[in-house]
């Protein structure tokens, strides 16, 4: 029998970046407890296998082929959204790049490539879906990364894109608290099944180096994260606003910063 605290039946949850990773694993877990939801990424492909996939386990999914870079088709998206559902419930901003690159070599259009997709992508994501936010009661997520706030070498791109993620989270927590919305980020460790962990750790050697660093001592599971999105949205969560929540296995208290050294040794 369903908790009823996360009985989303109902509810209208978007993931932007929702059909692939990590945010397709939350994605899923908000269809399985009943939530209408909504994905976008780049690829009609992956939007249409995504869509198909979640509404064989929920009650209806819609999705939509845009670029976070692109304010315009973001707008419109929420827009085709709200026409059929209505206000949203729960908005998840996950779209994100990454590749290790030091960062002396590493070219202009390469850094920026990394801050429009994370940084720009979040703001868009949140600006467009502000309007059609359930006021009070939405509650929404930023997947974050450990990059936020610990540095790692040939990751300066993502340090600085995530960092601005962060302070996005925490300011949208202030202005828009007082109507009732709560803004806060996840941040994931190295999660199986991940295309970013396979750029990061692509070898078995470096991927039990990893796994080396991480306290728990394994890599964490996609139900991982989308476990903390639901307590998040849910009224469980319902004080709890403008925090950097770490769901890594102790990664971020000091075996992130290792990373580095792994692509030390593949470079």
Known sequence: MMDSAFDFTGKTVFVAGGTSGINLGVARAFARHGARVAVLSRSQDKVDAAVAELNSMGPEALGFAADVRDPEAVAAAFSAVHAQWGELDVL????????????????????????????????????????VLKKPGASVINISAPQAFLPMSYQMHVCAAKAGVDMITRVGALEWGPEGVRVNSVVPGPIEGTEGMARLAPTEAARERVTETVPLGRYGTLDDIANCCLWLASPMASYVSGTVIPVDGGWALGGASELGKTFDALM
């Open 92 to 131: 998840v901003s996950g779209a994100a790049g990454n590749f290790p690159a030091k960062a002396v070599g590493m070219s202009t259009n390469a850094f920026k490539s990394v801050v429009d997709i994370d940084l720009l992508g979040t703001y868009h994501v949140l600006r467009a879906g502000y309007g």
